[in-house]
């Protein structure tokens, strides 16, 4: 009885067991029920050592560091099942691929001297395992890792294989795959890439095979790349390796955008090859005519057209031609001077295009039947561009103001905002409902002509978008009116305004920020009181000009920037309010006392050069100057209160008559001096401020350089005009580029030869008579060695890149003249003093 039930459960089991081991979609082979870990081991025959140990798993065979060549290699499976195994084959020196070898078989040559250069491995009977590795190449390195048949190494690059890495993985199937974008849409001619992402993310095979449904709409090629061929659908498939998984999305084609073809006849080129889109045909910068060109469209619509004429020398304007046909002439040497462009039936689209015309270059660019070129001037026409652009339309309109309130005669100006910021035409149309009380010219600027109220209508071009202003036009209040009694200041502020006649109101000047006059004298700043918000007002008289009484600008609270050059003032009393000064240039004027400037401690710019100062005490407190300059006043000679002003970074007191610079030793951040035609003896004040890129010291009576030997950030220096003699401080300063050493008592010039930075050079009137060391100054572009003890100057035939060189009050032979003439191609020479 127990025998029959047993016989009977294990009858059940196999009827139910059978049907699923039978019907199963997956057959692998080898160790499906082994548990045994399946492994490899591999022996590598190596260049003066032989067949090494064998290693297993991933470990390293051969040797990496060396320089040595594998020769040979053996490989086998551990806990392999029974039918599985292993092949591979090696490319080897002189011989190439080698026929396959298996399971322990020696791959290579042993005995022979030749180096492998690459293998294959591949699994045989191992479906869900996969055999990867890898070899440290010569030159290379360790390269990527590869599996399952796939080379590594090099063939053809006679590089030797040094060590090799082999192991077995386990397969690990995708459980799904995603393509990396969804649904899409392209346009005829249009291609994008698709990618397959696999899950797991560490799936071993993570290779698909592409598909499309249609072709002849979307094609696919083995990389994913999908090239759109046609108006339709079809769907892409991306099936993994195994062809257990897939993966779809759905490529939707449309027409593609229209597009301008053109080509051009050029002079001694005949037709070029047509180009589209806003490429150039023709030339520029060869001075080649355009004779003639040819336009038409592709992908437009059927009753679409496009149509051109040219302007063309001894014929003018031609009939219109249109879709492909010669515009201008070819075989006559005509040049075309002028084109017109324009669509038909192609109401979203506008077609642009700019030329580019003889002694002008590039036009902007026009559209729509508007002439590009030039006609009535005989210029030639050498380049062309066009392009079809897709009219974006107008979507709103605001202007600047919804409201605004006029006295009588007083102007305002109203600005349009278009939107979206792109629209294709953004210009508007402006009209009044009454221009007896509010008249709008075509820039949106409004008069107020009598009292009462108007609207004024901003209208787009193509009259779909409109945004208003209500105005309300009031009497005339007399205390508003604003006179100037200077007509150029007058004129300068109904410049700024853009109001050249009628009266003129506060509401007219109240929103002037800048002024500038630089022609036109100015001498009584009456009115300008009435510009509360100006914030930068600058006068540049070219001749001293008697403006002496500056009262009226002390209302104005806002000023920033004040210039006031070449005038007669001596009292700057009304600047002592302006503390929001920031820039102050007070330059060729009377100025003796300058105690009102006591206080303006916003100054950043101080310009008080050429002026009768003696005292410059009160500066003391404006500690946020970085730029002053005090030259030509004569009477000043102590400069002790800069030393307060530690922010200068600018000092100029050129032609004044100073002695001692001790005010400056502790000014580190200067970076610009000039002290030229002074009385100074010792510059030691300043040895330790090495931020300075400039110092001039021209004219002084300096005799010892050695406080400047350490200021390597200078690039420009002036000695000049003084007695010194050694200029061996110099050697160390190589960041200099303009070096003037001229008019003193220099004998060696031995300390210059490693300033390679120079590229201008002043050595006049020395006693020089050896410039051996100044050979190799290639970057010289001027060199002033006039009036020197020189004989030979064939060395400076190096300097290739002088533009300027002067020798004269010199005995220069006159082979010396010729070698630096066939030298020195670009070089102006000079052997002739001024007085000659």
């Not at 002189?94 to 042993?110: C, H, K, P, R, V």
């Not at 055999?131 to 390195?141: F, K, L, P, S």
């Not at 009393?573 to 105690?595: H, R």
């Not at 002003?645 to 007191?653: K, P």
């Amino acid at each position: 009885m127990k025998r029959f039930k047993f016989k009977y459960l294990f009858t059940a089991f196999m009827a139910f067991s059978l049907p699923f081991v039978f019907n199963s979609s997956y057959t692998y082979k080898a160790a499906t029920t082994d548990t045994t870990t399946i492994g490899i081991t591999y022996s590598a025959h190596v260049q003066n050592i032989g067949w090494q140990n064998w290693v297993s798993d991933g470990t390293e065979a051969g040797t990496d560091g060396k320089g040595l060549r594998v020769e040979a290699l053996k490989i086998k499976l551990v806990n392999a099942p029974a039918d599985a195994g292993i092949t591979y084959c090696a490319h080897v020196q002189n011989i190439g691929w080698q026929t396959l070898s298996s399971d322990g078989a020696e791959a290579g040559t042993d005995g022979k001297g030749l180096r492998v250069e690459a293998l294959k491995i591949k699994l045989k009977n191992l479906d869900e395992y996969s055999v990867q590795y890898r070899a440290h190449v010569q030159n290379i390195g360790w390269q990527d890792w590869v599996s399952d048949g796939a080379e590594a190494g090099t063939d053809g690059k006679g590089l030797r294989v040094e060590a090799l890495e082999i192991k077995i993985v386990k397969k690990t199937h995708p459980t799904s795959i995603a393509i990396s974008k969804g649904d899409q849409t392209l346009k005829v001619g249009q291609t994008d890439n698709l990618t397959a992402n696999f899950t797991p993310s560490d799936t071993t095979d993570q290779n698909v095979t592409w598909a499309s449904s249609d072709s002849n709409v979307a094609s696919i090629d083995s990389n994913g790349k999908v090239t759109a061929n046609g108006v339709g659908t079809s769907q892409i498939t991306a099936t993994s390796h195994d062809g257990c998984k897939t993966a779809t999305c759905i490529i939707t084609v449309t027409p593609a955008d229209p597009e301008v073809q053109y080509s051009a006849h050029v002079q001694n080129i005949g037709w070029q090859n047509p180009v589209s889109d806003g490429a150039e045909v023709g030339t520029d910068g060869k001075g080649l005519r355009v004779e003639a060109f040819k336009i038409k469209l592709s992908n437009a619509p059927a009753n679409a057209k496009i149509s051109y004429r040219a302007h063309v020398q001894n014929v003018g304007w031609q009939d219109w031609v249109s879709n492909g046909a010669e515009a201008g002439t070819d075989g006559k040497g005509l040049r075309v001077e002028a084109l017109q462009i324009k669509l038909d039936n192609m109401p979203d689209y506008s077609i642009q295009y700019q030329a580019h015309v003889q002694n002008i270059g590039w036009q902007d660019w026009v559209s729509d039947g508007a002439e590009a070129g030039t006609d009535g001037k005989g210029l030639r026409v050498e380049a062309l561009r066009i392009k079809l652009v897709k009219k974006v339309p107008v979507d709103s309109i605001a202007l600047n103001k919804t409201s605004d309130t006029l006295n009588v005669g007083d102007t305002d100006s109203l600005s349009a905002t278009i939107k979206p910021d792109n629209a294709t035409n953004k210009n508007v149309n402006w009209t009044s409902s009454d221009s007896s009380i509010a008249s709008v010219d075509n820039t949106g600027k409004v008069t107020g002509n009598k009292q009462g109220n108007a609207t004024i209508t901003a209208t787009s071009e193509d009259g779909s978008k409109t945004a208003t202003c209500n105005i309300t036009v009031n009497p005339t209040n007399s205390s508003d009116v604003v006179t100037f009694k200077d007509k150029n200041l007058e004129s300068l502020v109904r410049s700024a305004i853009n109001k050249p006649t009628g009266t003129l109101y506060k509401g007219d000047v109240v929103n002037i920020t800048d002024l500038e006059e630089t022609a036109k004298p100015v001498t009584d700043l009456s009115g300008i009181e009435n510009l509360i918000n100006l914030n930068t007002f600058k006068l540049y008289n070219t001749n001293k000009t008697e403006l002496s009484n500056i009262s009226p600008l002390k209302e104005l609270k806002n000023l920033k920037h004040l210039t006031l050059v070449n005038n007669t003032l001596s009292d700057i009393s009304p600047l002592k309010e302006l503390t929001n000064l920031q820039e102050l240039d007070l330059s060729a004027n009377k100025i003796s006392d300058i105690s009102s400037l006591g206080e303006l401690t916003n100054l950043q710019t101080l310009n008080l050069a050429a002026n009768n100062l003696s005292d410059i005490s009160s500066l003391k407190n404006l500690t946020n100057l970085k730029s002053l300059y005090i030259d030509s006043n004569s009477d000043i000679s102590d400069i002790s209160v800069v030393q307060n002003l530690t922010q200068l970074s600018e000092f100029s007191a050129e032609s004044d008559s100073l002695s001692s610079l001790n005010g400056l030793k502790s000014l580190t951040n200067l970076k610009y001096i000039d002290l030229q035609n002074n009385k100074i003896t010792d510059i030691s004040p300043v040895s330790q401020l090495t931020n300075l890129n400039t110092l001039l010291l021209y004219s002084n009576s300096i005799t010892d350089l050695s406080p400047i030997s350490q200021l390597t950030n200078l690039k420009e220096l002036s000695v000049g005009g003084t007695t010194i003699t050694d200029i061996s401080s110099l050697k160390n300063l190589t960041n200099l580029q303009d070096l003037d050493l001229g008019y003193n008592q220099i004998t060696d010039i031995s300390p210059l030869k490693n300033l390679t930075n120079l590229k201008y050079l002043s050595m006049a009137s020395n006693k020089i008579d050896n410039i051996t060391p100044i050979q190799n100054l290639t970057n010289l572009q001027e060199l002033n060695l006039m009036d020197n003890k020189l004989t030979n100057v064939s060395l400076l035939s190096n300097l290739i890149n002088l533009k300027w060189l002067n020798l004269a009050q010199n005995q220069i032979s006159s082979e010396d003249k010729t070698t630096l003439a066939n030298a020195l191609l670009n070089c102006n020479i000079n052997y002739t003093s001024p007085a000659q």
